[in-house]
């Protein structure tokens, strides 16, 4: 499968507990994004990575969570001191970046956080 | 970004075509419709995109008003799999091609 693929797709935690999760993009695709969904709501931008570079993050990311993609190809996404609030699936999705053309995302089958 | 503005939700039979559409009255001249559907607990799926012209793929066509402020999803033969919640969305490349998803429209196909 050359798809969008996240790892855990299900993860279950106490409230303040760290958690971790991993995407990897589609092969050569230069960007990838992070996504929060949360129950009977569409998903809502977070992150974007070009390359190595954490290009733009959302007001909705806050200090508990970091992203990296430290060499350009899959990507993490950390949460410190979970709350109940963070309960919702994370979404990732890659696109290839090609100039003046626009780049179609992608997206994986997500992760699904539930917080205890 | 501009916002899209989408029925709630819509059914439609099974064999027949599903139109689905979309308001993005305030769109910007650099701004593509993007469609995604997305099936429950799945993450969402690509189907069209477009600027300006109509566009056909193998899922789905695109028609888009010459003012651009309107569009309207064709499913030309829908099938029960193509009951989820579809999104329309309006995205600037320059900022990043980051989607803004809205509520969507729940699209039930009955037999």
């Known amino acids: 499968d050359t798809g969008v693929s996240q790892d855990p797709r299900h993860k279950i935690t106490k409230r303040g507990q760290n958690v971790t999760f991993r995407c990897d993009p589609i092969?050569?695709?230069?960007?990838l994004y992070w996504y929060r969904q949360t129950l009977g709501q569409g998903p809502e931008f977070l992150t974007y990575?070009?390359?190595?570079?954490?290009?733009?993050k959302s007001r909705l990311l806050s200090d508990r969570f970091s992203a990296e993609r430290p060499k350009g190809s899959f990507s993490t996404l950390e949460i410190q001191r979970t709350e109940q609030g963070d309960s919702a699936m994370y979404l990732c999705?890659?696109?290839?970046?090609?100039?003046?053309?626009?780049?179609?995302?992608?997206f994986g089958p997500g992760t699904r956080l539930t917080v205890l | 970004d501009a916002k899209t503005t989408q029925p709630t939700s819509m059914d439609c039979a099974e064999g027949r075509a599903a139109n689905l559409p979309c308001n993005h009255s305030?769109?910007?001249?650099?701004?593509?419709v993007y469609w995604y559907r997305q099936i429950h607990s799945q993450g969402p799926q690509y189907i069209i995109h477009?600027?300006?012209n109509n566009e056909t793929n193998e899922m789905a066509s695109l028609i888009i008003t010459e003012d651009r402020k309107s569009s309207t999803l064709i499913l030309p033969h829908a099938t029960l799999r193509d009951t989820a919640v579809y999104y329309c969305?309006?995205?600037?490349?320059?900022?990043?091609?980051?989607?803004?998803f809205g509520g969507g429209t729940r699209v039930l196909v009955k037999p």
């Open positions: 999705a890659s696109s290839l970046e090609r100039g003046a053309f626009a780049d179609t995302q992608y």
């Open positions: 092969s050569e695709h230069n960007r």
């Open positions: 990575f070009q390359n190595e570079a954490q290009l733009e």
């Open positions: 305030t769109i910007s001249g650099n701004e593509y």
């Open positions: 477009g600027l300006k």
């Open positions: 969305i309006v995205s600037i490349k320059a900022a990043g091609n980051k989607l803004t």
